[in-house]
């Protein structure tokens, strides 16, 4: 205890014997702000065990105390002790100063003795405020320094307070009892603050019923204006001559058969409680006509008197009715502050947390005035501007959007919330999942990790301009570090969704964040282990960007991609299977897009995964027009293989795809692996259409294999009669240099056979004999000669099908078809 006392004495302050009597603190560096002048300096928290607890920590961290000498916090006890002492003389003279006004002129020895004891308290106390250190209502912090103290209560109550310390009723009588010298007594009103201020602090005790305070409160008022009034209205009876005391209200007074005719002999008692009694009816508006105004002096008196008495009615009405129907912002914070007392009864909580809770709470009751619900029935619109009005300034010097653009600068500040933290305060916890992200406007924070022993080290300070909680919201990782508060701050929120939303917008803004935030982390060498998940983290920031991009591309929705890009957004940029947005523009026909992205100067020979180019995408889905437009622009097929690729088109049986790639001059004749051509497939498999089209492209019909075989070879193995004929008509001259035995070959390819019967189809089973099997010749009178040759049958006869029709041509018989030979009569 020695030790600590030479240690404060050595800093200038001073310690009583009898322990904490005053208490000695310094003023650290001064927080610059323009807007921190938000809470009220009637705010009373106990911040003594916490500044210890950091006293020792600011001196690390450069922050030296600089003593002032002897300085009293408000909230020592022997300070709170004296303060209800001067309360009791302040309530004594502001009732008892009224009255020395109206019923003495020159007061007695006993009460001027009382008067002269309770000046000097007074003035006691005034010597004792240049003392006294005060919250600043810009920084909120304590100050303690003398000079500050001094010149702000120099520039509040000090004059009045000098003035109300004066023996008036002493200067009264030596200036020879001038009675413009007694209206100076009225000074001494502006102690009533400090009963105004009492009944303040009862209303937030929870302890102390909020009824009976606010009645208390009320009848306070009440009494203290009559009794105001009551002093007054016998001032205006004394100040006429006494041979015109009849002309008072109370000199006229006939009471039953006591009358007031000499009231100046009248014990003063009596005479108050008639003048109180006089006051109260005229407030109240139900008097008896017992007691009137006799005068116009005091006529005027009462006509402004009960004027005003409307006014207080009202005031005493309303807050009866506040009380009746509650919802009171006092109120509302003493119901919640002892549902929280409940709680932490009820589960026991330590002393510093209960300390931390009701703190915070008194902090946002204190400051709820500057909390978003005030702007509520706002316009979005106005409360925008609010906001960049108010946070504008503050989120343009965050360290971690440095280089961003003002558009996303602006969104961050419409959504920020504030907020007001006190010493001690854990913001964040290791391990801990983080939805919001902090930036500090006032005050000071710090980083806290463990050391290798395992206590606690610091890592960084948090200052004005910082912001935590970006590594743990960016790269979705548990937060690393504790946030803890030393001094009193002044933050900014926003959570993490709308944060996200900014960012799903604002590309480029968000990988120069990300940029920042790596570069941050490389300088400072206690975090350098969260480098890779930094850099991971905007590698897959740019998968999901060149994916965003894609599928706006594949929707067709040009605005979007059009944001997209001007935010940013690399059109080059490829997806999981390395397309571009212009395949899948190409893909889909969006016109709109193409030439878009064309204009954005995108490459058009890029190939995904999947060997197909923009162009080949346009031309496989029947896209003409995006096809001609990638055409113009000089995008090639660039198709591996083509041989291939065709032949596997003319399995596929994709005549359409296979149209179109042969009309933007695709060489029908290209080969595979097998040096087979498309040509070769569509005839070895009886593709006719597809024949038909690579014939018309100028595809060769005597193109050889590797095994030596012409296309029409493939049609002749095949049996199509009708392939090998189209082969013919495309190209005769080819099909004239076959060898020689090939037209035998193609005849007898070319032969069919059917049944013949001699009997009508309709004829009974009876009267039916067998037939014959016979070649198709090359005309129908061949087919009926023969046929009458080998059934024996007459020369005029005629060949029938099933359904008894007469054929009359040999290309109408089918191979293998039931035919009947009938005579021509028949």
């Not at 000074?187 to 105004?196: A, D, E, F, G, P």
């Not at 960049?388 to 971690?400: D, F, G, W």
């Not at 189809?761 to 009178?781: A, C, M, Q, Y």
Request: proline share 3%.
């Amino acid at each position: 205890m020695t030790k600590r006392r030479e240690e404060k004495s050595s800093n200038g302050g001073s310690s009583s014997s009898n322990g904490e009597e005053y208490e000695v603190r310094a003023l650290r560096d001064k927080i610059q702000s323009s807007r921190f002048n938000l809470i009220s300096e009637e705010l009373e928290l106990e911040l003594d065990s916490t500044r210890r607890r950091f006293s020792r920590q600011n001196v690390l961290h450069g922050l030296r105390d600089i003593s002032q000498g002897l300085v009293i916090h408000p909230d020592n006890r022997w300070y709170k002790a004296w303060e209800n002492f001067i309360l009791i003389w302040a309530l004594y003279s502001s009732f008892f100063t009224p009255m020395e006004f109206g019923f003495f002129r020159g007061l007695p020895n006993n009460l001027f003795l009382l008067d002269i004891l309770g000046q000097v308290a007074f003035f006691l106390d005034i010597i004792l405020q240049f003392f006294v250190s005060y919250r600043d209502s810009q920084t909120y912090r304590m100050i303690y320094k003398r000079k500050p103290i001094a010149v702000r209560y120099l520039k509040s109550h000090f004059i009045f307070d000098i003035l109300g310390c004066l023996p008036w009723d002493k200067i009264y009588k030596a200036t020879g009892r001038k009675e413009a010298v007694r209206y100076l007594l009225w000074i001494r009103l502006t102690r009533v603050r400090k009963v105004t201020n009492f009944f303040y602090k009862m209303e937030k005790d929870i302890r102390i019923n909020y009824l009976f305070t606010r009645i208390a409160k009320l009848i306070a008022v009440e009494l203290y204006c009559t009794h105001t009034a009551a002093c007054i209205f016998y001032y205006l009876a004394t100040t006429l001559p006494e041979e015109k005391e009849g002309y008072t209200w109370i000199g006229s007074l006939q009471l039953g058969d006591y009358s007031y005719a000499h009231f100046r002999d009248i014990d003063i008692w009596k005479t108050y409680t008639t003048s109180l009694y006089f006051a109260i009816v005229t407030m109240a508006t139900v008097g008896y006509g017992d007691i009137h105004a006799v005068n116009l002096r005091e006529m005027i008196f009462i006509m402004f008197y009960v004027s005003f008495d409307m006014i207080l009615g009202a005031y005493l009405i309303g807050n009866m009715t506040a009380l009746i129907v509650k919802g009171g912002k006092t109120e509302r914070y003493r119901d919640k502050m002892a549902d929280l007392m409940k709680y932490m009864n009820r589960n026991r909580l330590g002393k510093d947390v209960r300390n931390q809770i009701k703190g915070h709470l008194r902090l946002q009751y204190e400051s709820s005035y500057t909390d978003a619900a005030v702007l509520r029935d706002i316009p979005i619109s106005i409360r925008a501007k609010i906001s960049q009005s108010l946070y504008k300034s503050y989120i343009e010097n965050v360290t971690l959007f440095r280089g961003c653009s003002s558009e996303f600068v602006n969104q961050i500040v419409i959504r920020v919330h504030e907020e007001f933290f006190l010493p001690g305060e854990v913001i964040m916890e290791p391990a801990n999942v983080v939805d919001q992200l902090y930036f500090v406007c006032h005050g000071v924070l710090e980083e806290v990790g463990l050391a290798e022993d395992g206590s606690d080290e610091t890592v960084s300070l948090l200052e004005p301009g910082s912001s935590f909680g970006e590594v743990s919201i960016l790269c979705n990782i548990p937060q690393p570090y504790t946030v803890r508060v030393r001094e009193l701050c002044r933050l900014l929120r926003i959570d993490k969704q709308s944060f996200s939303n900014i960012l799903d917008i604002y590309f480029h803004d968000g990988r120069r964040i990300l940029t920042n935030l790596l570069e941050g982390r490389k300088s400072n060498l206690g975090l350098k282990q969260l480098e890779s998940d930094i850099t991971s983290h905007i590698a897959k920031q740019e998968a999901e960007l060149a994916l965003k991009v894609n599928n706006a591309a594949y929707n067709g929705d040009l605005q979007l991609l059009k944001s997209l890009i001007r935010a940013g957004a690399d059109p080059n940029n490829k997806d999981y299977d390395d397309r571009t947005p212009l395949h899948l523009a190409a893909s889909r026909g969006f016109e709109d897009v193409t030439i878009f992205l064309i204009q954005e100067g995108v490459q058009n020979d890029t190939k995904d995964n999947f060997g197909m180019t923009p162009l080949l995408e346009a031309i496989k889905n029947g896209h003409d027009r995006v096809a001609s437009l990638l055409v113009k622009e000089g995008a090639p097929l660039m198709i591996d293989n083509t041989g291939s690729f065709l032949c596997s088109l003319v399995i596929k049986g994709d005549s359409d795809f296979l149209r179109r790639l042969l009309a933007h001059g695709i060489d029908p004749n290209s080969k595979d692996y097998d040096g087979r051509t498309p040509l070769h497939v569509a005839t070895s498999q009886g593709l006719l259409q597809m024949a038909k089209l690579l014939v018309e492209a100028g595809a060769s019909v005597l193109v050889k294999d590797r095994w030596g075989h012409t296309p029409v070879q493939e049609a002749i193995n095949s049996g199509n009669k009708i392939m090998i004929k189209l082969l013919e008509e495309a190209n005769t001259n080819e099909l004239s240099e076959l060898p020689d035995h090939s037209q035998e070959i193609t005849d007898k390819v070319y032969r069919r056979k059917c049944t013949v019967y001699p009997f009508h189809p309709w004829d009974p089973k009876e009267s039916r004999r067998h037939g014959v099997v016979l070649w198709i010749p090359h005309s129908i009178e061949e087919l009926t000669a023969t046929a009458s040759e080998q059934l024996k049958f007459s020369s005029d006869s005629i060949i029938l099908s099933e359904d008894a029709g007469k054929i009359t041509d040999v290309n109408m018989i089918n191979d293998g078809q039931k035919l009947y030979l009938v005579s021509d009569e028949n």
